[in-house]
Protein backbone atom coordinates (compact mmCIF):
# COMPACT_ATOMS: atom_id res chain seq x y z
CA UNK A 1 0.00 0.00 0.00
CA UNK A 2 1.33 3.47 -0.79
CA UNK A 3 1.25 5.98 2.04
CA UNK A 4 0.01 9.56 2.19
CA UNK A 5 2.51 11.35 4.73
CA UNK A 6 0.90 13.24 7.46
CA UNK A 7 2.29 16.88 8.27
CA UNK A 8 4.26 15.50 11.17
CA UNK A 9 5.56 12.28 9.10
CA UNK A 10 6.54 15.22 5.98
CA UNK A 11 8.76 16.96 8.35
CA UNK A 12 10.46 13.99 10.17
CA UNK A 13 11.32 13.24 6.48
CA UNK A 14 12.77 16.76 6.07
CA UNK A 15 15.16 16.50 8.41
CA UNK A 16 16.55 12.97 7.28
CA UNK A 17 17.03 14.06 3.80
CA UNK A 18 18.68 17.39 4.90
CA UNK A 19 21.31 15.28 6.77
CA UNK A 20 21.43 13.09 3.89
CA UNK A 21 21.94 15.70 1.86
CA UNK A 22 24.46 17.79 4.01
CA UNK A 23 26.58 13.87 4.22
CA UNK A 24 27.11 13.65 0.47
CA UNK A 25 28.73 17.79 0.89
CA UNK A 26 30.57 17.11 4.05
CA UNK A 27 32.24 13.90 2.16
CA UNK A 28 32.80 15.73 -1.14
CA UNK A 29 36.29 16.96 -0.42
CA UNK A 30 37.48 13.97 1.07
CA UNK A 31 37.18 11.94 -2.24
CA UNK A 32 40.66 12.19 -3.88
CA UNK A 33 43.03 9.11 -4.72
CA UNK A 34 44.26 7.21 -2.20
CA UNK A 35 41.66 7.37 0.02
CA UNK A 36 39.93 3.85 1.17
CA UNK A 37 36.42 3.21 0.79
CA UNK A 38 36.38 2.05 4.70
CA UNK A 39 37.51 5.42 5.31
CA UNK A 40 34.85 7.07 2.94
CA UNK A 41 32.39 5.23 5.05
CA UNK A 42 33.59 5.79 8.28
CA UNK A 43 33.42 9.83 7.79
CA UNK A 44 30.07 9.20 6.34
CA UNK A 45 28.78 7.43 9.68
CA UNK A 46 30.36 9.77 12.23
CA UNK A 47 29.11 13.05 10.11
CA UNK A 48 25.55 11.21 10.16
CA UNK A 49 25.88 10.42 13.83
CA UNK A 50 27.14 13.61 15.12
CA UNK A 51 23.41 14.98 13.74
CA UNK A 52 21.45 13.13 15.43
CA UNK A 53 20.75 10.30 13.30
CA UNK A 54 21.70 6.84 12.18
CA UNK A 55 23.02 5.76 9.10
CA UNK A 56 19.82 3.91 7.47
CA UNK A 57 21.84 1.09 5.40
CA UNK A 58 23.97 -0.24 8.66
CA UNK A 59 23.20 -3.60 9.25
CA UNK A 60 19.76 -3.18 6.37
CA UNK A 61 18.83 -6.97 5.21
CA UNK A 62 22.25 -7.60 6.82
CA UNK A 63 24.78 -5.01 4.87
CA UNK A 64 27.91 -4.65 6.80
CA UNK A 65 28.78 -0.56 5.65
CA UNK A 66 27.12 2.47 6.94
CA UNK A 67 26.88 3.40 3.38
CA UNK A 68 27.06 1.77 -0.42
CA UNK A 69 30.34 2.38 -2.16
CA UNK A 70 30.30 1.56 -5.52
CA UNK A 71 33.59 1.97 -7.88
CA UNK A 72 33.34 2.10 -12.09
CA UNK A 73 31.25 -0.91 -13.53
CA UNK A 74 29.97 -1.45 -10.09
CA UNK A 75 26.12 -0.10 -10.28
CA UNK A 76 25.50 -0.24 -6.44
CA UNK A 77 25.39 -1.93 -2.84
CA UNK A 78 28.82 -1.92 -3.25
CA UNK A 79 30.22 -2.71 0.06
CA UNK A 80 32.90 -0.64 1.81
CA UNK A 81 36.52 -1.87 2.76
CA UNK A 82 40.47 -1.76 1.73
CA UNK A 83 39.95 -0.62 -1.50
CA UNK A 84 41.94 2.48 -2.43
CA UNK A 85 39.99 4.94 -4.95
CA UNK A 86 42.16 6.23 -7.80
CA UNK A 87 42.86 8.56 -9.97
CA UNK A 88 40.10 8.39 -13.01
CA UNK A 89 37.69 6.02 -11.51
CA UNK A 90 34.25 7.57 -10.76
CA UNK A 91 32.84 6.44 -7.10
CA UNK A 92 28.99 6.08 -6.76
CA UNK A 93 27.95 6.97 -2.47
CA UNK A 94 24.71 5.57 -1.46
CA UNK A 95 23.56 7.53 1.89
CA UNK A 96 20.39 6.70 4.06
CA UNK A 97 20.12 8.34 7.30
CA UNK A 98 17.42 7.92 9.88
CA UNK A 99 15.40 10.39 12.07
CA UNK A 100 12.96 9.27 14.83
CA UNK A 101 12.36 6.57 12.24
CA UNK A 102 12.35 8.70 9.34
CA UNK A 103 14.93 7.90 6.63
CA UNK A 104 16.13 10.11 3.60
CA UNK A 105 17.94 7.97 1.00
CA UNK A 106 20.02 9.65 -2.15
CA UNK A 107 23.06 8.35 -4.67
CA UNK A 108 25.56 10.49 -6.26
CA UNK A 109 27.96 9.47 -8.55
CA UNK A 110 31.40 11.32 -8.42
CA UNK A 111 34.68 11.55 -10.36
CA UNK A 112 37.86 10.99 -8.69
CA UNK A 113 40.71 13.59 -10.09
CA UNK A 114 40.55 14.21 -13.85
CA UNK A 115 38.40 11.20 -15.49
CA UNK A 116 37.53 10.13 -19.18
CA UNK A 117 35.69 11.88 -21.68
CA UNK A 118 33.20 8.83 -21.56
CA UNK A 119 32.94 9.16 -17.74
CA UNK A 120 32.32 12.66 -17.89
CA UNK A 121 29.57 12.16 -20.26
CA UNK A 122 27.87 9.39 -18.72
CA UNK A 123 27.65 11.38 -15.10
CA UNK A 124 26.20 14.31 -16.98
CA UNK A 125 23.50 12.67 -18.68
CA UNK A 126 22.49 10.06 -15.37
CA UNK A 127 22.29 13.18 -13.16
CA UNK A 128 20.22 14.77 -16.05
CA UNK A 129 18.19 12.02 -16.50
CA UNK A 130 17.33 12.20 -12.96
CA UNK A 131 15.80 15.41 -13.21
CA UNK A 132 13.78 14.36 -16.54
CA UNK A 133 12.28 11.65 -14.59
CA UNK A 134 11.45 14.42 -11.29
CA UNK A 135 9.76 16.57 -14.26
CA UNK A 136 7.19 14.45 -14.59
CA UNK A 137 6.02 14.39 -10.79
CA UNK A 138 3.15 16.00 -9.58
CA UNK A 139 -0.16 14.87 -7.92
CA UNK A 140 -2.11 12.77 -10.78
CA UNK A 141 0.84 11.77 -12.52
CA UNK A 142 1.42 8.06 -13.09
CA UNK A 143 4.54 5.86 -12.06
CA UNK A 144 4.86 4.99 -15.69
CA UNK A 145 5.46 8.53 -16.20
CA UNK A 146 8.48 8.65 -14.79
CA UNK A 147 9.94 6.10 -16.30
CA UNK A 148 9.64 6.91 -19.56
CA UNK A 149 11.07 9.96 -18.90
CA UNK A 150 14.06 8.43 -17.66
CA UNK A 151 14.26 6.28 -20.53
CA UNK A 152 13.65 7.84 -23.45
CA UNK A 153 16.84 10.37 -22.21
CA UNK A 154 19.05 7.54 -21.51
CA UNK A 155 18.20 5.61 -24.80
CA UNK A 156 18.79 9.48 -26.46
CA UNK A 157 22.25 9.07 -25.48
CA UNK A 158 22.97 5.33 -26.13
CA UNK A 159 23.38 4.27 -22.39
CA UNK A 160 22.26 0.99 -20.45
CA UNK A 161 19.16 1.49 -18.51
CA UNK A 162 19.00 -1.03 -15.46
CA UNK A 163 15.87 -2.75 -15.17
CA UNK A 164 16.57 -5.16 -12.50
CA UNK A 165 17.01 -2.01 -9.92
CA UNK A 166 14.24 0.11 -9.09
CA UNK A 167 13.34 3.53 -6.82
CA UNK A 168 10.91 3.18 -4.21
CA UNK A 169 8.82 4.65 -2.01
CA UNK A 170 10.60 6.31 1.02
CA UNK A 171 9.22 6.65 4.92
CA UNK A 172 9.20 4.66 8.15
CA UNK A 173 11.04 2.08 6.32
CA UNK A 174 13.62 2.57 3.49
CA UNK A 175 12.15 0.82 1.21
CA UNK A 176 8.60 1.14 0.75
CA UNK A 177 5.82 0.89 -2.26
CA UNK A 178 5.63 1.90 -4.88
CA UNK A 179 8.63 0.34 -6.86
CA UNK A 180 9.50 3.35 -9.61
CA UNK A 181 11.29 2.12 -12.33
CA UNK A 182 13.91 3.80 -14.81
CA UNK A 183 11.49 2.33 -17.82
CA UNK A 184 8.11 2.02 -18.11
CA UNK A 185 4.95 3.54 -20.31
CA UNK A 186 3.38 7.00 -20.32
CA UNK A 187 -0.33 7.08 -18.25
CA UNK A 188 0.42 3.63 -16.04
CA UNK A 189 1.43 2.49 -13.16
CA UNK A 190 0.67 4.12 -9.76
CA UNK A 191 -0.92 7.18 -9.51
CA UNK A 192 1.13 9.63 -7.36
CA UNK A 193 -0.95 12.16 -4.68
CA UNK A 194 0.50 14.72 -2.72
CA UNK A 195 1.80 14.02 0.27
CA UNK A 196 3.59 10.81 -1.07
CA UNK A 197 7.20 10.50 -0.91
CA UNK A 198 9.63 8.59 -3.20
CA UNK A 199 13.01 7.82 -4.33
CA UNK A 200 14.25 8.40 -7.89
CA UNK A 201 17.14 6.56 -9.01
CA UNK A 202 18.59 6.11 -12.34
CA UNK A 203 21.24 4.01 -12.62
CA UNK A 204 22.73 3.75 -16.37
CA UNK A 205 25.80 2.42 -17.50
CA UNK A 206 27.72 3.20 -20.68
CA UNK A 207 27.46 -0.06 -22.29
CA UNK A 208 25.39 -2.92 -21.95
CA UNK A 209 21.95 -2.91 -19.26
CA UNK A 210 22.89 -6.21 -18.07
CA UNK A 211 23.84 -6.95 -14.77
CA UNK A 212 24.76 -9.73 -12.04
CA UNK A 213 25.70 -9.87 -8.68
CA UNK A 214 29.04 -10.96 -7.34
CA UNK A 215 29.53 -13.84 -5.12
CA UNK A 216 29.61 -11.17 -1.80
CA UNK A 217 26.00 -11.06 -2.32
CA UNK A 218 25.64 -7.60 -2.54
CA UNK A 219 27.63 -5.66 -4.98
CA UNK A 220 25.45 -5.51 -8.64
CA UNK A 221 28.35 -4.75 -11.59
CA UNK A 222 27.88 -4.49 -15.56
CA UNK A 223 27.98 -7.47 -17.53
CA UNK A 224 30.39 -5.93 -19.97
CA UNK A 225 32.46 -4.25 -16.99
CA UNK A 226 31.92 -1.12 -18.51
CA UNK A 227 31.23 1.76 -16.14
CA UNK A 228 27.98 2.96 -14.62
CA UNK A 229 26.53 5.46 -12.97
CA UNK A 230 23.70 6.08 -9.75
CA UNK A 231 21.82 9.32 -9.01
CA UNK A 232 19.24 9.43 -6.71
CA UNK A 233 17.11 12.13 -4.80
CA UNK A 234 14.31 11.42 -2.06
CA UNK A 235 11.15 13.63 -3.00
CA UNK A 236 7.84 14.89 -1.96
CA UNK A 237 5.29 14.89 -4.58
CA UNK A 238 3.70 18.08 -4.19
CA UNK A 239 0.26 19.10 -5.94
CA UNK A 240 1.73 21.02 -9.31
CA UNK A 241 5.33 19.29 -8.68
CA UNK A 242 7.76 17.88 -6.51
CA UNK A 243 10.29 19.05 -3.68
CA UNK A 244 13.86 17.63 -3.24
CA UNK A 245 14.37 16.62 0.43
CA UNK A 246 17.53 15.18 -0.16
CA UNK A 247 19.08 18.81 -1.64
CA UNK A 248 23.21 18.30 -1.66
Known amino acids: MISIKSEREIELLRIAGKVVGDTHHYLEPFIKPGITTAELDKLAEDYIRSRGCTPSFKGLYGFPGSVCISLNEEVVHGIPGKRKIKEGDIISIDIGACWK????????????????????????????????????????????????????????????????????????????????????????????????????????????????????????????????AHFEHTVLVTKDGYEIMTKR
Open 101 to 228: GYHGDSAWTYPVGKISKEKQELLEHTEKALFEGLSMIHDGAHVGDIGYAVEQYALKHHLGVVKELVGHGVGSKVHEDPDVPNYGKMHTGPVLKEGMVIAVEPMLNLGTADVFMLDDDWTVVTADDKPS
